[in-house]
């Protein structure tokens, strides 16, 4: 299996900044999108920002303008720059990835697909 584990989560001032980071660990897998998830408090949870395997990005319109997503070097990490934070930006904030296993260590030939979900990381912004 693959595991998610994000970190960078804490307290935020509003107007502020956070950084979010999420590793993937496990063997012969490969990952395509990676992105981040967030619930806060009675909300459902909604995209923050996904990103593909090309580079291109997507983000949710609250989000739009004031975070970035961006993928390390590795394929396997993802990080969140969130900028002009707000009180309502305060929730658990999910790292997610799609991707598939490999049945060898050079993955020519491709396993299954699965999506993988991080255990969430809080981030608070006071107000």
């Known amino acids: 299996q693959v595991a998610l584990v994000e970190s960078g989560g804490g307290s935020g001032q509003p107007g502020g900044s956070l950084s979010l980071s999420c590793a993937a660990s496990?063997?012969?897998?490969?990952?395509?999108?990676m992105g981040w998830y967030r619930r806060g408090p009675e909300r459902e949870r909604e995209l923050v920002a996904r990103?593909?395997?090309?580079?291109?990005?997507y983000y949710g319109d609250s989000v739009k303008g004031r975070f970035t997503i961006s993928r390390g070097n590795a394929e396997n990490t993802v990080y969140l720059s969130m900028n002009l934070l707000k009180p309502e930006d305060a929730a658990v904030y999910f790292c997610?990835?799609?991707?598939?296993?490999?049945?060898?260590?050079?993955?020519?030939?491709?396993?299954?697909?699965?999506?993988?979900w991080g255990q969430g990381t809080l981030v608070t912004v006071p107000e």
């Open positions: 990103i593909d395997s090309g580079g291109v990005s």
């Open positions: 997610n990835a799609l991707g598939y296993y490999c049945t060898s260590y050079e993955c020519d030939s491709p396993g299954p697909h699965f999506e993988y």
């Open positions: 496990g063997t012969l897998f490969r990952i395509n999108d």
